[in-house]
């Protein structure tokens, strides 16, 4: 299971900070990270991280998105900075083979809401 925290609505410009916790039996997958979706969108990876501690970031975030390790052994926590309302989607917390695609997925959060207004 994983669950996500701190989404909400700011103002552009503004920053958010996500984090995603999984726990219980999340065995499968070597990378973590987080995806969005946009009503009418296609989802779109946001950053992740891999078991070699590659970090992959989607052109869209990179320079104003940070992603980390938290402080527990399967957890994630997403930086945003200078948010833009073409940031505005739910976010989710993921689990899956790969960092630089979303292409299979094993484990999803519940999605958390970010919204930003001009």
């Known amino acids: 299971q994983l669950v996500e925290s701190g989404g909400g609505l700011v103002p552009a410009g503004g920053s958010l900070r996500l984090s995603c916790v999984a726990s219980?039996?999340?065995?499968?997958?070597?990378?973590m990270g987080w995806y969005r979706q946009a009503p009418g969108k296609q989802p779109e990876l946001v950053a992740a991280?891999?078991?070699?501690?590659?970090?992959n970031y989607s052109v869209s975030v990179k320079g104003r998105f940070t992603i980390s390790r938290g402080n527990a052994k399967r957890s994630r926590e997403l930086q945003m900075n200078s948010l833009k309302p073409e940031d505005t989607a739910v976010y989710y917390c993921?689990?899956?083979?790969?960092?630089?695609?979303?292409?299979?997925?094993?484990?999803r959060g519940q999605g958390t809401q970010v919204t930003v207004s001009s």
């Open positions: 993921y689990i899956g083979p790969s960092a630089a695609n979303i292409e299979w997925i094993n484990y």
């Open positions: 219980g039996r999340t065995v499968r997958g070597n990378a």
């Open positions: 991280i891999g078991s070699d501690d590659e970090v």
